[in-house]
């Protein structure tokens, strides 16, 4: 007990020094490396607030569907095109047909065989594309234009695919 009093006057009897920071008049406020910390987070920031704020940033928005961009057509020439596709396989085998219409959007076929669709177009330039697929057994994919083949594609076994594109151009009426 005596010891724990001792020790008690002890600690009273030392003067208490006030806690001060040394005089740093030259140091600055942030390292140089904490300067890179500030300015990711005040970048973040401005980030932030102009994605949240402004209206023309395109954010997803529920359920609405994307408005689609007017199609450019050159629709300069008189002549109309008339663009055969066909898919050959065996009678009654069900294909799956992919091919671009007249405003060279995708369209999806799936039935039996074979298929057939004409597109007329007017445009100068135009592209034409058909892709089919099928279990087994022979496919093949014909485009042609005005009754002349351009572009043929053939196979066979499993699970075979074939191809036909072409990208064409009118003559302009002079």
């Known amino acids: 007990m005596a010891d724990v009093s001792v020790d008690i006057q002890r600690s009273r009897a030392q003067p208490k020094r ?4 040394p005089n740093r008049k030259h140091e600055p406020i942030l390292r ?5 910390y500030l300015l990711i987070a005040v970048l973040w920031i401005a980030a932030a607030t102009y994605v949240l704020t402004s209206k023309d940033v395109a954010l997803p928005a529920g359920n609405k569907e994307p408005k689609q961009p007017p199609l450019a057509s050159l629709s300069l020439s008189s002549n109309a095109k008339n663009v ?11 294909v799956t047909v992919s091919y671009l219409d007249e405003k060279t959007q995708t369209q999806l076929f799936v039935g039996p065989a074979p298929w057939r669709s004409i597109v007329t177009t007017r445009d100068i330039g135009f592209a034409a594309g058909v892709t089919a697929l099928t279990k087994s057994g022979p496919l093949s994919c014909r485009i042609s234009v005005d009754g002349q083949v351009v572009d043929e594609k053939s196979g066979s076994g499993d699970h075979p695919s074939v191809s036909c594109n072409l990208v064409g151009f009118q003559k302009l009426p002079i």
């Open 84 to 94: 055969t596709y066909e898919v050959l396989a065996q009678p009654g085998q069900e």
């Open 32 to 36: 140089p490396q904490d300067w890179a």
């Open 18 to 21: 006030p806690l001060r920071r």
